[in-house]
Nanobody, 122 residues
Framework: QVQLVESGGGLVQAGGSLRLSCAAS????????MGWFRQVSGKQRELVAT???????NYAASVKGRFTISRDNTKNTVYLQMDSLKVEDAAVYYC????????????????WGQGTQVTVSS
């Protein structure tokens, strides 16, 4: 199956920006959905944003208005643009895919990347 590799994480000051990339080893054109999740040590993994095959996007309330998910099917890549970063945004960010060649809900994310660390300093 397709593999996902995240990149773009790093250290940024509060108020700054980062763009995360999720490169897939194969086509994601027919995938039902792609998503970004994040996890802080000792806490539950949480949904950050999703984008469907039809380009419908959803965001966690905590990031709405600050983060933007997008996809470039010609590059088999999904992005997460993070602006106005806050200390509480610090986490390991994971890319995930619902690889079903369908248009259905709810999403089922079974393909995961290795994660990329985002650190936000005050």
């Amino acid at each position: 199956q397709v593999q996902l590799v995240e990149s773009g994480g790093g250290l940024v000051q509060a108020g700054g920006s980062l763009r995360l990339s999720c490169a897939a080893s194969g086509s994601i054109f027919n995938f039902n959905a792609m998503g970004w999740f994040r996890q802080v040590s000792g806490k539950q993994r949480e949904l950050v944003a999703t984008i469907s095959r039809g380009a419908i996007t959803n965001y966690a309330a905590s990031v709405k208005g600050r983060f933007t998910i997008s996809r470039d099917n010609t590059k088999n890549t999904v992005y997460l643009q993070m602006d106005s970063l806050k200390v509480e945004d610090a986490a390991v960010y994971y890319c995930a895919a619902d690889g079903r060649p369908m248009r259905v809900a709810p999403y089922e994310f079974h393909i995961w990347g290795q994660g990329t660390q985002v650190t936000v300093s005050s």
